[in-house]
């Protein structure tokens, strides 16, 4: 069983920042296909973005430019960066791993879930 925690999620306003931390097992972090998903209330849980085992990355176009996921080997935590954080982008976060398919935003693709995370982007 693959045990993930999230934390660092919080309320900021817009224009802020937050960094989301996954803590995960070494050998995940290393090897593992792994994603960041997003699910705000009455809608459906949305991949925001992805890395590979060589830490090739994907996003969603709603948070290019904006987000940034990366692993952080030395701790064994993935990490996703968010900055310039608009109201929209409130939601749960998911860390995910387990992925099927190589960056892939799918919730399907994924094995393993952590609990998740809130963030919260006033106007």
């Known amino acids: 069983q693959v045990h993930l925690v999230e934390s660092g999620g919080g309320s900021v306003q817009a224009g802020g920042s937050l960094r989301l931390s996954c803590s995960a097992s070494?050998?995940?972090?290393?090897?593992?296909?792994m994603g960041w998903f997003r699910q705000a209330p009455g809608k459906e849980r949305e991949g925001v973005a992805s890395i590979d085992s060589v830490e090739n990355t994907r996003y969603d176009d709603s948070v290019k430019g904006r987000f940034t996921i990366f692993k952080d080997i030395t701790n064994n935590t993935l990490v996703l960066q968010m900055n310039s954080l608009k109201p929209e982008d409130t939601a749960m976060y998911y860390c995910?791993?387990?992925?099927?398919?190589?960056?892939?935003?799918?919730?399907?693709?994924?094995?393993?879930w952590g609990q998740g995370t809130q963030v919260t982007v006033s106007s």
């Open positions: 070494r050998y995940i972090v290393s090897n593992g296909w």
């Open positions: 995910a791993a387990g992925g099927r398919l190589s960056l892939s935003l799918q919730r399907s693709d994924y094995t393993w």
